[in-house]
């Protein structure tokens, strides 16, 4: 049977505010020969109500079981894997002809990619979306990215005893924030565009040197180190995880910069692993009171010494912030973006998908072999697989 039946469930995680689809959504779908269906109440903390889903088309049930019921493709910003507090709940009802399509951090909880496979359900993983061209429009890492960078900016700025412009009055002239962003992917070059609109005052940094051109051209200043480090790009254009050798090495190029920065965004991330350490405790020791620094990588560790994941630490006068999941305090817009990727993705997949119902036209497709994580009650992921044998 073809699934034409697209269901989307209300986010069980702690703290998650997103929605898959927004109602402007449902008509692409529609247009595309599915059928939408909305848990109720799944839109509302993003701002949007079921009867504005029901007025684009979409029919809304009550219950979570009722829509698995009824659905074959699901829709979510976090599967099971990605909600490791209340992502188990769903397993109970998933089916073997289940699709499930969302955030399901393969390499970081690959063992929650077992129980999922368990179910017999297909699982789509959006974290693993190839960075080629054919595949832009459906990249959600990079749309989430491009929130967190912009609203960790104004976090920071809301945190600091500073101003960012440099504003001349009758009173005198007041100097432009010192910000440093730590971190050149999409996250922290928004940041980067964010806080030169903020009238800030820009430098910033990556271990890649292929992404000064990428800093330059946002209108920030590149930190150079004096350090030659070759093959610390790896695919997609993500950083690689460096030896604690070259590790300590960046510390210490970035200690005095960050000692004299206002505000220190760092949103440096490896695939799959802990993110790196690269501001000590002694680092911050030695900022000025009233110093802030926004973690854009608590969720994986955090690159401060001193973060704490969703809480704010005051360390010598110097004000932490570590958000966990930064697009979900821009809701509205983060479901948008999200949503359009998902959208993207299914008219992608849905004529071969339409046509056998399982994808097996797309077998050699590039795009469909890297996201394809379980088929069939099978992990067909190799870099899944091979994590899982390490365990």
């Not at 939408?36 to 009550?62: L, N, P, Q």
């Not at 970035?254 to 690269?278: C, F, M």
């Not at 969720?299 to 630490?313: A, S």
């Given at each position: 049977?073809?699934?034409?039946?697209?269901?989307?469930?209300?986010?069980?995680?702690?703290?998650?505010?997103?929605?898959?689809?927004?109602?402007?959504?449902?008509?692409?779908?529609?247009?595309?020969?599915?059928?939408?269906?909305?848990?109720?109440?799944?839109g509302?903390?993003?701002?949007?109500?079921?009867?504005?889903?029901r007025?684009?088309?979409?029919?809304?049930?009550?219950?979570?079981?009722?829509?698995?019921?009824?659905?074959?493709?699901?829709l979510?910003?976090?599967?099971?894997?990605?909600?490791?507090?209340?992502?188990?709940?769903?397993?109970?009802?998933l089916?073997?002809?289940?699709?499930?399509?969302?955030?399901?951090d393969?390499?970081?909880?690959?063992?929650?990619?077992r129980?999922?496979?368990?179910t017999?359900?297909?699982?789509l993983?959006l974290?693993?979306?190839p960075?080629?061209?054919?595949?832009?429009?459906?990249?959600?890492?990079?749309?989430?990215?491009?929130?967190?960078?912009?609203?960790?900016v104004?976090?920071?700025?809301g945190?600091?005893?500073?101003?960012?412009?440099?504003?001349?009055?009758?009173?005198?002239?007041?100097?432009?924030?010192?910000?440093?962003?730590?971190?050149?992917g999409?996250?922290?070059?928004?940041?980067?565009?964010?806080?030169?609109?903020?009238g800030?005052?820009v430098?910033?940094?990556?271990?890649?040197?292929s992404a000064?051109?990428?800093?330059?051209?946002?209108?920030?200043?590149?930190?150079?180190?004096?350090?030659?480090?070759?093959?610390?790009?790896?695919?997609?254009g993500y950083?690689?995880?460096?030896?604690?050798?070259?590790?300590?090495?960046?510390?210490?190029?970035?200690?005095?910069?960050?000692e004299?920065?206002?505000?220190?965004?760092?949103?440096?991330?490896?695939?799959?692993r802990?993110?790196?350490?690269?501001?000590?405790g002694?680092?911050?020791?030695?900022?000025?009171?009233?110093?802030?620094?926004?973690?854009?990588?608590?969720?994986?560790g955090g690159?401060?010494?001193?973060?704490?994941?969703?809480?704010?630490?005051?360390?010598?006068?110097?004000?932490v912030?570590?958000?966990?999941?930064?697009?979900?305090l821009?809701?509205m817009?983060?479901?948008?973006?999200?949503?359009?990727?998902?959208?993207?993705l299914?008219?992608?997949?849905?004529?071969?998908?339409?046509?056998?119902?399982?994808?097996?036209?797309?077998?050699?497709?590039?795009?469909?072999r890297?996201?394809?994580v379980v088929?069939h009650g099978?992990?067909?992921?190799?870099?899944?697989?091979?994590?899982?044998?390490?365990?």
């Amino acid at each position: 049977m073809i699934p034409r039946q697209v269901g989307v469930p209300k986010e069980t995680a702690p703290g998650e505010t997103l929605v898959a689809l927004v109602p402007a959504h449902v008509p692409l779908l529609k247009n595309t020969g599915l059928d939408v269906w909305i848990e109720a109440g799944a839109g509302t903390a993003a701002g949007y109500g079921d009867d504005a889903y029901r007025s684009m088309g979409a029919h809304v049930v009550a219950s979570r079981e009722e829509l698995y019921r009824t659905v074959r493709i699901l829709l979510q910003v976090r599967t099971p894997g990605a909600n490791r507090e209340k992502g188990r709940e769903d397993l109970a009802f998933l089916r073997s002809d289940h699709i499930v399509i969302g955030l399901a951090d393969p390499l970081g909880n690959p063992q929650a990619c077992r129980e999922v496979a368990a179910t017999g359900t297909t699982l789509l993983a959006l974290e693993l979306i190839p960075r080629i061209s054919r595949a832009q429009s459906m990249d959600a890492l990079s749309s989430l990215a491009t929130v967190a960078g912009y609203k960790a900016v104004l976090l920071a700025a809301g945190a600091s005893p500073k101003m960012f412009p440099m504003l001349t009055t009758a009173a005198g002239t007041i100097p432009p924030a010192k910000v440093l962003v730590i971190g050149a992917g999409v996250a922290g070059l928004q940041a980067i565009a964010t806080a030169r609109r903020l009238g800030a005052s820009v430098s910033a940094y990556d271990v890649r040197p292929s992404a000064q051109a990428d800093i330059r051209s946002v209108g920030a200043k590149v930190v150079e180190l004096g350090m030659s480090l070759h093959d610390v790009e790896g695919t997609g254009g993500y950083a690689k995880a460096v030896d604690e050798e070259i590790a300590q090495r960046q510390r210490a190029g970035l200690a005095p910069i960050v000692e004299i920065s206002d505000v220190v965004i760092t949103t440096a991330s490896v695939p799959g692993r802990k993110a790196p350490l690269l501001i000590t405790g002694e680092m911050i020791a030695r900022m000025s009171a009233g110093s802030v620094v926004v973690d854009v990588a608590a969720d994986r560790g955090g690159n401060c010494e001193v973060t704490i994941p969703n809480e704010t630490v005051v360390s010598h006068g110097v004000t932490v912030l570590g958000p966990a999941n930064l697009p979900a305090l821009v809701p509205m817009h983060a479901s948008q973006l999200y949503g359009k990727n998902l959208v993207n993705l299914l008219q992608y997949l849905w004529p071969s998908l339409r046509q056998d119902g399982d994808w097996s036209e797309m077998a050699g497709d590039d795009i469909l072999r890297e996201i394809l994580v379980v088929r069939h009650g099978a992990i067909v992921h190799q870099r899944v697989n091979t994590l899982l044998e390490g365990t």
